[in-house]
């Protein structure tokens, strides 16, 4: 691990691409438009990146339903898909250091999280996926002797990956390697915030031996980039990790045109449930940690703890503890327990949401409904984790998305007000349990409104576990053999055999 001043040399001199990827080649945009990409570092201008528009997207698709038609790629034997992935996952690792240094100058991230956590991620990804690539049967069913039924898994066609900045490599790679293996061509569209890592890590793509025009890439605002793919005729999927209110927008979109498969990954406000016998301390520091890991910036951040009365002042002792321990510092320190929002507008948007929460009667225990300083860097997006008590059912920040490092701590006096209060809210992505009674741990999880429950622990798994939530938080699962689905369809082949 580099030191911390090697970091900030490195940043000086870092490589920041701006152009579209179209068919393998980088290429100008056919939009006379463009926007400032901001580091919330320090709030200081990386680069103009120009947005693209809906004639941009035209010629994307048109160049990867070229790379399907003529088969060069969903043609290739799998084992074949499945060593170019693998040799991407090891171009990832080769080049950690300077993904990560883009992905925390993009987005605030500690530098030392995006290369430990996130890059492995990524490359672990892209190898599971290539691993699995030949391993995947078809099925034939007993149908006769005089018939041969066949049932196989075909590529969808042109896939649109719409992705999110808070883990802007780790959710692009959870949608090409699965909607690659499976043998379709993609375009891509990394948030505003993150292009740069986006169109780095599709660079390595290419040198891995992804056929040109395989995947593509089309940075520009979500309203119309996003939407021109939304919208667009010619393409067969839409794959989306973001806000509710653009994710039914996809489904709007998808009805208004060719009626494509969309699959939405909606957010969440999970719930982190803390039974009396419980291991308090690590229950209460894992809830509060998973709370502000990434800055809050997590879909599946266990922004609010649900706690028997009986405990509650010691589990608000544990959690204040862990808010003073990752107070946010530059992201390019080696040792930065946090970083920076993503956005001075985020970074407003959150303080928003700890000044109604106090307005409406939740106790300011740690943090602020100010701008945390960061010696060096008063122009950062800095906010100090904070931890809310009193927070009751029904309150604003008990039932909206923060998507910051905000925990919100509420009493309960039974489990079965436990359960009530976290299937309470609209979102169904993630929760845990945290007893040592293995009844009670079994009768909560199974009530549990949710995609993903953890007992005695917190963002746990690996790529054999889908990740995905139900109710508000969306449908489809991400990660597994299960996503490869998504990216396929079934075809009947039933075949009469003479006797």
Known sequence: MPSEIDWIEKAASVRLPARHLVGGDWVDPLADDAFDVISPRDGSLLKRVSHGDAHDVDRAVASARAAFNDRRWSGMRPAA????????????????????????????????????????????????????????????????????????????????????????????????????????????????????SALKLAELGLEAGLPAGVLNVVPGRGDVVGQALGRHMDVDVVTFTGSPAVGRAFLRYSGESNGKRVWPELGGKSASVILPGADIEKAA????????????????????????????????????????????????????????????????????????????????????????????????SYVAPTVLGGVKPGMTIEQEEVFGPVLSVITVDSEEEAIRVANGTQYGLAASVWTRDLSAATRVSRRMQAGIVWVNCFEEGDMTVPFGGVKGSGFGRDKSAHAIDKFTDLKTIWMEVEP
Not at 117 to 135: F, H, P, Q, S
């Open 81 to 196: 898909r499945g060593a170019v992935l693998r040799r991407w996952a090891e171009l990832v690792q080769e080049h950690a250091e300077d993904l990560a240094l883009t992905i925390s100058l993009e987005m605030g991230k500690p530098v030392r999280e995006a290369k430990n956590v996130e890059l492995r991620a990524v490359a672990n990804c892209l190898r599971w996926y290539g691993e699995i690539a030949d391993k995947r049967p078809d099925e034939s069913p007993a149908a006769g002797d005089d018939v041969l039924a066949l049932i196989t898994r075909e590529p969808a066609g042109v896939v649109a990956a719409v992705v999110p900045w808070n883990f802007p490599l780790t959710m692009t790679a959870w949608k090409l390697g699965p909607s690659l293996v499976a043998g379709n061509s993609v375009v891509l569209k990394p948030a505003e915030q993150t292009p740069f």
């Open 285 to 380: 520091r894992a809830s509060a940690a998973g709370s502000f890991y990434n800055q809050g910036q997590m879909c599946s951040a266990s922004s609010r703890v649900v706690v028997h009365r009986d405990i509650a002042d010691e589990v608000l002792h544990f959690a204040r503890l862990q808010a003073r321990e990752m107070a946010p510092a530059d992201p390019l320190l080696h040792d930065a327990p946090s970083g920076a929002l993503v956005s001075e507008q985020h970074l407003q948007r959150v303080l928003g949401y700890v000044r109604t929460a106090v307005e409406e009667g939740a106790e300011l225990l740690e943090g602020s409904t100010g701008r945390h300083s960061v010696d060096g860097h008063p122009n950062g």
